[in-house]
């Protein structure tokens, strides 16, 4: 069997002859090819805008390291860069937006829905060079981020620790906040749609900044977002799974609902807990200490403890979180082929 | 009653007149007293090692703000710092050390057990000032951080995002990261004695940086060194309680266990979740988001959810992790005085 069927099986609950395996960040600084096409390129985002150079590195880790499917290299703050939030990437510092929302006629001055989303034609058209280079055999995964996740950039304007002024948006003024969330869905939607039409197989919603909400506020300014994506995508497009990874979100797993395939576990969630709250209910992913691939034997023991909870059905191998920068290479491929591995039935 | 009788009653599990409040860094940026002295003091660290300026900011919050117990101004990282670690703030960085712990021959050149708790002696010497100072109704609670804490800065050198070198420590030498535990908990277990022997009413460890290790190796990194800690002061000194603050391990409240007082539950961790697992072990300390003090509305709401869960027994009010310098000194004067409203008998 192609591991792309088995891949999309795998993800739509359907038996595999064995469990598939793929990583975060898998096409990233941890690959010297990688870090030589993004010298080539001058920076992160141009290499992002270059469709050429980014199928080139969403191939390599297939080649490399044996993963079962291709994730689009892209970011997901292109979104709100389109949208016209002038996003920069300041070295050592991560993503900077010049000038973040702070009221009603900030959020106004942004464009929204189909013109917002046309303008990513160089991630349509990255997909479409790369569904030309890939082998049939193998799946590619589309992504976006949450509305929340992108939303928490356009408003702090950089990363942050604290979350602070976001957050204060929740309790302070939250009709702002909703209609940042509603513009970024609509877009995001629209986005996503085209990314299936130019070729993905599977779709990857990551709300990354899950855990800055508090679990009585998640539902409502995050978790119903990507659920309104996640039904519009599946009214027109059920053969797509569609996986859902919040980050951090351990002591509410009761609370997920909704019309998904695939529910991302994250490290800080025990994979036991996850199977007992939501197998039934989705087809989980992960979760593999990322930290572990600096030691092969620890790699081992926690495939193994993985297996041993997942069983040879519903589960698909990943890390907890993305793949860090000094792991070495070998040991990526050595988790990829312990996976396969224990799992072959 | 007098506040400070309540206070060490209801760390003790002991019946109270009203649920006692405090909040984590209640001396700190939010009041504009703390940063007028602050500024007289120079820098954080100064105004560390200086007992006269330490205890006029430990006192602030308890005239101003109305809390039931002080908290001893220091930081958690004069341990290391003497230990021989070379602690410095930088202005926008937060905490460094110049030398961070790579091998055993690292970790044998600094000072350990009583020789480096002893250094503290402008710690004591602040409480010793707090205690003629504090009114005898007010309760006095003195702290540390947990040793896993300790050795991410003592390894890392500063704040991570990642903890990638100890967490590498963790998977590749296990062996030197239990020596630098090991060495930390016998400084911390006489550093918290001699805040005992000072005054202190009530101890505190923060293990700022729980949620840092996988789930299945908490227990053997971070937990078992703060019971440690906990069972030497217990034996020596039963009437003094002991609350354990881990930050977010909501996933596995199932496995707290041993011999201490309070367990302090952080914003991530529903309070329900916390009474299920460990109300009738533990007496519970918190936990409202922080972020929620932006409003006063929404600080109502929370105290009386939390209310309505704890009850009136069992229980201490706090926040789920430290008050944002940008809270309004009225907000937080508001959420005390809503606590002790609620929770009055």
Redesign the interface.
């Known amino acids: 069997m192609p591991s792309r069927k088995i891949f999309v099986d795998a993800c739509l609950g359907k038996e595999t002859p064995y469990t598939p395996v793929w990583m975060m960040r898998q096409a990233g600084r941890y690959l010297p090819e990688y870090m030589a096409i993004r010298a080539e390129a001058g920076d992160f985002l141009n290499l992002c805008h270059n469709p050429k150079k980014a199928c080139e590195v969403t191939l390599q880790p297939i080649d490399i390291v044996g993963v079962d499917a291709a994730i689009l290299f892209s970011d997901i703050l292109v979104v709100p860069d389109e949208m016209g939030m002038d996003l920069s990437f300041v070295k050592g510092e991560g993503p900077k937006f010049s000038d973040p929302i702070k009221t009603e006629a900030d959020l106004d001055r942004l464009i929204g829905g189909d013109e917002a989303a046309s303008k990513l034609s160089y991630v349509f058209e990255t997909i479409k060079l790369i569904k030309k280079e890939l082998s049939e055999d193998i799946a590619l995964i589309g992504f976006t981020g949450s509305p929340w996740t992108l939303a928490t950039y356009m408003i702090e304007g950089e990363g942050t620790k ?3 002024i976001c ?2 948006m ?3 003024n939250p009709t702002l906040l909703h209609n940042i969330l509603a513009k970024v869905t609509e877009v995001v939607k629209l986005y996503m749609e085209k990314q299936i039409q130019s070729g993905i197989d599977v779709v990857q919603i990551f709300d990354s900044w899950a ?1 800055a909400i ?3 506020m998640y539902d409502e300014f995050s978790w119903k977002y990507m659920l309104e994506i996640a039904e519009y995508l599946k009214e027109k497009y059920p053969h797509i799974p569609i996986i859902i990874f919040p980050k ?1 979100i ?3 797993l009761d609370k997920v609902y909704g019309n998904f395939d695939v529910f991302g576990v994250d ?4 994979m036991e ?1 996850a199977k007992e709250k939501l197998g039934d209910k989705y087809v989980l992913q992960g979760n593999m ?1 990322p ?2 691939l ?2 092969k034997e ?1 790699t081992t023991k926690s495939v193994q ?1 993985i297996q041993e909870i997942m069983g040879t059905s519903r589960h698909i191998f990943n890390l ?1 979180h993305g793949i ?1 920068p ?1 792991v070495p290479v070998e040991n990526a491929i050595h988790f990829v082929k312990e996976c396969q591995r224990v799992s072959k039935k």
């Open positions: 604290t979350y602070n957050k204060k929740i309790y302070t855990a508090e679990p009585s951090g351990p002591s509410f490290w800080s969630t025990p807990l200490e930290c572990r600096y030691s620890m403890d907890g860090l000094d």
